[in-house]
């Protein structure tokens, strides 16, 4: 059974930073496109930032660009995103996902597995 947990998510004021970290089970994830998406509540979920592992390529969503790195340990079958320079409109439910495949399409819909998400909330 594949499972993708997520931590670190809480409460920071803005212009603080955030690690979240998502620890993946019962699949690899050196071959696949792993990714961090997120989803305010009456809103669609966004792809905030997704990751190639087979040579690295990255996205970035325009609003978190130079603000968010996505990285992977591929030893330890990680995904981390952090996030600096935090803003009030990054408050939301994070989630953390990966894609059976080699597209490196941040949208929601070409994700396959997908952990149960951990709120970040930016005060202003």
């Known amino acids: 059974e594949v499972q993708l947990v997520e931590t670190g998510g809480g409460l920071v004021q803005a212009g603080g930073s955030l690690t979240l970290s998502c620890t993946v089970f019962?699949?690899?994830?050196?071959?696949?496109?792993v990714g961090w998406f997120r989803q305010v509540a009456g809103k669609e979920r966004e792809g905030v930032s997704c990751?190639?592992?087979?040579?690295?390529?990255?996205f970035y969503e325009n609003s978190v660009k130079g603000r968010f790195t996505i990285a992977s340990n591929v030893a330890q079958n990680t995904v981390t995103l952090q996030m600096n320079s935090l803003k009030p409109e990054d408050t939301a439910v994070y989630y953390c996902?990966?894609?059976?495949?080699?597209?490196?399409?941040?949208?929601?819909?070409?994700?396959?597995?997908w952990g149960r998400g951990a709120l970040v909330t930016v005060s202003s």
């Open positions: 996902a990966l894609q059976r495949g080699s597209w490196l399409i941040c949208n929601p819909g070409e994700m396959h597995y």
């Open positions: 019962g699949i690899r994830i050196e071959d696949y496109v």
């Open positions: 990751l190639r592992n087979s040579d690295h390529r990255k």
